[in-house]
Every structure is written in C-alpha cells, then in structure tokens.
C-alpha cells in the first residue's frame, strides 16, 4: 500500500515546464470554449465558430488582464518608499 507521500507525489512535485506554463492556456481556454458551448449553443452549425470566438475573447481579456496588471506593478514599483 502506498504511503500518503508517495500518493500525492505528483501534485506535490509537479514536471517542469521550464517557463513555458503560459502554454497550458492554450488547451484550458479551448477545452472550456466547447465544453461550455456544446451546452449553451442553440445550432451546431454554428458551434466551431462561436467556439473560435469564445477562444479569442477569452484569450484577448486574459492578455489586457495581464497587461494591466503588468501596469499597475510597474505603477506602484515607481512610488516612493517602494525599494
């Protein structure tokens, strides 16, 4: 019988990616894409397209997210008293 440690392994040391996490979006982003559009789209013809757009819009507010919150860093980091 495994042992609790051995178990949990896997999360607790998870592979590297080497920097290259950001790459996970890509398939998170499509995967939630068409499972919520298989859901709530109301003819499939329809379903690859509106599925490229739920793709872009999530990946576009993620990049102004990001660079908004790069922004607001490189605000604050300018503040006196900062470092």
Known sequence: MATLGQTWHVFLSPMPAH???WLLLIPILCFTAIAYKAIRCEHMERFWKNCAQMVAVLAGGLILLAAIGWGLVE??????GSG
Do not use: D, R, S, V
């Not at 605000?75 to 006196?80: H, R, V, W």
């Open 19 to 21: 920097g290259y996490e």
């Open 75 to 80: 605000i604050l980091a300018m503040l006196p």
